[in-house]
């Protein structure tokens, strides 16, 4: 069963007068709903840049202000829980986007029974998302920041385990 089928519900004559005017505050609920789901993703994107932020920079200063006071080496620890970090970064992200292209199908699935179509007509303009110098989707920057991060705890990492190594 496609989604048009499934989001059909009652046919208007058999729930009432009140259909359609039920019918348009829903989609403005609905839509509402979906901009919340993007308010959180940007909320969750700036903790895990921050998080990042304050591992890295604690590693910066760990590395220059404490080299010769410090017995234990904690920048390993802190670059570990860094990748651990941003592969959850990673996930919670994928999991915004689909619920995301979930929650717009069905926007455009409403659209269908509307006398106009907003969503599915910007989505449109901008070539469905399949033309990067129209349209580049936030997600697929956004997608690439863990990344970078991990490149950074990695690099860390590496500096760690290097300074701990025996001199030949």
Same mark, same amino acid.
């Given at each position: 069963?496609?989604?048009?089928?499934?989001?059909?519900?009652?046919?208007?004559?058999?729930?009432?007068?009140?259909?359609?005017?039920?019918?348009?505050?829903?989609? +403005? #609920?609905?839509?509402?709903?979906? *901009?919340?789901? %993007? /308010?959180?993703?940007?909320?969750?994107?700036?903790?895990? $840049?921050?998080?990042?932020?304050?591992?890295?920079?604690?590693?910066?200063?760990?590395?220059?202000?404490?080299?010769?006071?410090?017995?234990?080496?904690?920048?390993?620890?802190?670059?570990?829980?860094?990748?651990?970090?941003?592969?959850?970064?990673? +996930? #919670?992200?994928?999991?915004?986007? *689909?619920?995301? %292209? /979930?929650?717009?199908?069905?926007?455009?699935?409403?659209? $269908?029974?509307?006398?106009?179509?907003?969503?599915?007509?910007?989505?449109?303009?901008?070539?469905?998302?399949?033309?990067?110098?129209?349209?580049?989707?936030?997600?697929?920057?956004?997608?690439?920041?863990?990344?970078?991060?991990?490149?950074?705890?990695?690099?860390?990492?590496?500096?760690?385990?290097?300074?701990?190594?025996?001199?030949?």
């Amino acid at each position: 069963m496609g989604l048009e089928e499934i989001l059909k519900g009652v046919p208007p004559g058999e729930y009432g007068d009140l259909h359609r005017s039920h019918v348009l505050e829903l989609y +403005r #609920i609905y839509v509402e709903m979906a *901009d919340r789901v %993007s /308010a959180r993703r940007i909320t969750t994107n700036s903790f895990f $840049l921050s998080i990042n932020t304050a591992m890295i920079g604690l590693v910066g200063y760990i590395s220059v202000s404490y080299k010769t006071a410090l017995s234990v080496d904690i920048r390993l620890p802190i670059a570990i829980a860094g990748v651990v970090i941003c592969y959850l970064w990673r +996930r #919670i992200v994928r999991s915004y986007r *689909d619920l995301n %292209s /979930a929650k717009f199908k069905v926007i455009h699935a409403i659209e $269908l029974g509307l006398p106009i179509r907003p969503y599915d007509s910007e989505w449109e303009a901008v070539g469905r998302g399949r033309d990067p110098k129209r349209y580049l989707p936030f997600t697929h920057v956004e997608i690439t920041v863990p990344w970078v991060f991990v490149a950074l705890h990695v690099t860390v990492m590496l500096f760690a385990l290097l300074a701990h190594s025996p001199v030949q």
